[in-house]
Structures are given as C-alpha cells and as structure tokens.
C-alpha cells in the first residue's frame, strides 16, 4: 500500500491525501497505488501541499500505518506524551494557531 503525505501550505499541520482532498487523520488515507507522484505534482502545483511524498503503509487493524517510524511518528503524534498526540475525532484539529 502507498499513500500520500505532506503539510499544509496555511498551517504547516501533516495531511494525508484522502483520494479526493487531504485529512488531518491517517485513517482517512487512501490507497495511492501508482498514481502517488502524479497526485503529489498536481496538489504541490496547486499550492495546496508543501512537500508531498508519497510512502510505504500498512492496513492493520487499528487502520492505516506509515510503514517507517518517522512517518508514525507524523501520523501519531509525540512518542513521549500521548496528551499532546491528534485523536481520531479532535473537534479542535485544524482550528490550531501558529
């Protein structure tokens, strides 16, 4: 499984392209087979993305996971406190200020 990730250009938060529009949420990843680099030119020419690659996953049975540890690590949030990390269903996600 590939899927797609970057940051958004307004906030600088890591998204994950969704198949149709980009989520603050891994689980809401979507499958990018071999059209990844082709999606990831479009949105970064449509200056919706900084930086999108695409990586390796894993459909497990807590959803969508990075394959590598640093993009677990984007995924989830800090390693060291889990109060700080992005939940599932945070009503405030995206609404940060920087």
Excluded: C, F, Q
């Excluded at 499984?1 to 980009?22: F, P």
């Excluded at 949420?25 to 695409?54: F, L, Q, S, W």
């Amino acid at each position: 499984m590939k899927i797609l990730t970057g940051n958004d250009l307004k906030t600088g938060a890591v998204i994950w392209w969704a198949g149709s529009d980009w989520s603050l949420h891994v689980a809401d990843a979507a499958d990018v087979g071999d059209h990844g680099e082709a999606i990831a030119a479009a949105e970064n020419a449509a200056r919706r993305v900084v930086g999108p690659y695409v990586i390796d996953a894993k459909e497990t049975a807590d959803g969508v996971r990075p394959a590598h540890i640093k993009d677990r690590i984007r995924a989830l949030g800090p390693t060291v406190r889990l109060d700080l990390s992005l939940k599932p269903a945070d009503a405030d996600a995206g609404n940060w200020v920087i």
